[in-house]
T-cell receptor
Framework: GENVEQHPSTLSVQEGDSAVIKCTYSDSASNYFPWYKQELGKGPQLIID?????GEKKDQRIAVTLNKTAKHFSLHITETQPEDSAVYFCAASRPRGNQGGKLIFGQGTELSVKP | DAGVTQSPTHLIKTRGQQVTLRCSPKSGHDTVSWYQQALGQGPQFIFQ???????QRGNFPDRFSGHQFPNYSSELNVNALLLGDSALYLCASSHIRLAGGTDTQYFGPGTRLTVL
C-alpha cells in the first residue's frame, strides 16, 4: 500500500550546522512531494515542495532533492537557526485524476537547533 | 488575506457523543481536505470535498462524515465518539487544477478533540 518512511525521528544540531531529513515512498505513481513544518500547537506550514519533473529545488536556506528511481527525497536546511526548531513532515501525493489530492505523510522528524 | 480557519480550537466530549468541526478555506480555494493527527504522528487523510461532493476517502469508518457548502466551507462530523478519536483534526484547502496537476494544500491551525 501507500507508505512514506521518514528518518531520523529526532535530529539535534548546533546553530549554523546543516540538517538533512530523508524520506522514502512506496507508491510509484506519486508525483508531488511537499515538506511541512509544524510548530507546537499549530497546523503544518508548507515550506517547500517538488514535483516529479524536477530533481532539485532551492529556496534560500532550504533545498529539496528527489530521486524518482530510488523513490527517495530529502530536505536540506543550511545555516540552521534556533527558530528552525520544529517537527518536519514529508508527504507524497498522486496526480489529480489518479486519486490525487490525498497526501500521505511520513512520521515526522523533531529538529532541535541548539544555540 | 485570511488563511484557512477552523473552529472550535479545542473541544472536549464523552464517549458516544457526536461532534461537528468547521473549516473555512483560504480565499480563492475550492477544495477542502480533512486529516486526523494523533499525538506524535503524521496527519492521516480522512476525506476530500470538491463541488460539495466527497471525492476521495481514506481508511476511516462511516462514523466520519462531512459536508461542503456552496461557499466552499466544510464540516467534519464524527458520530459515536471513541476514546481513540482523540486527536488534532486538520483542515487543508487547495484550488483545483487541470487534470494531472497536484494541488498545493494549506493547513489550518486544527481543532484539538479530547474524548473522555
Amino acid at each position: 500500500g501507500e507508505n512514506v518512511e521518514q528518518h531520523p525521528s529526532t535530529l539535534s544540531v548546533q546553530e549554523g550546522d546543516s540538517a538533512v531529513i530523508k524520506c522514502t515512498y512506496s507508491d510509484s505513481a506519486s508525483n508531488y512531494f511537499p515538506w511541512y513544518k509544524q510548530e507546537l500547537g499549530k497546523g503544518p506550514q508548507l515550506i517547500i515542495d517538488i514535483r516529479s519533473n524536477v530533481g532539485e529545488k532551492k529556496d534560500q536556506r532550504i533545498a529539496v532533492t528527489l530521486n524518482k528511481t530510488a523513490k527517495h527525497f530529502s530536505l536540506h536546511i543550511t545555516e540552521t537557526q534556533p527558530e528552525d526548531s520544529a517537527v518536519y513532515f514529508c508527504a507524497a501525493s498522486r496526480p489529480r485524476g489518479n486519486q490525487g489530492g490525498k497526501l500521505i505523510f511520513g512520521q515526522g522528524t523533531e529538529l532541535s537547533v541548539k544555540p | 488575506d485570511a488563511g484557512v480557519t477552523q473552529s472550535p480550537t479545542h473541544l472536549i466530549k464523552t464517549r458516544g457523543q457526536q461532534v461537528t468541526l468547521r473549516c473555512s478555506p483560504k480565499s480563492g480555494h475550492d477544495t477542502v481536505s480533512w486529516y486526523q493527527q494523533a499525538l506524535g504522528q503524521g496527519p492521516q487523510f480522512i476525506f476530500q470535498y470538491y463541488e460539495e461532493e466527497e471525492r476521495q476517502r481514506g481508511n476511516f469508518p462511516d462514523r466520519f462524515s462531512g459536508h461542503q457548502f456552496p461557499n466552499y466551507s466544510s464540516e467534519l462530523n464524527v458520530n459515536a465518539l471513541l476514546l481513540g478519536d482523540s486527536a488534532l483534526y486538520l483542515c487543508a484547502s487547495s484550488h483545483i487544477r487541470l487534470a494531472g496537476g497536484t494541488d498545493t494544500q494549506y493547513f489550518g491551525p486544527g481543532t484539538r478533540l479530547t474524548v473522555l
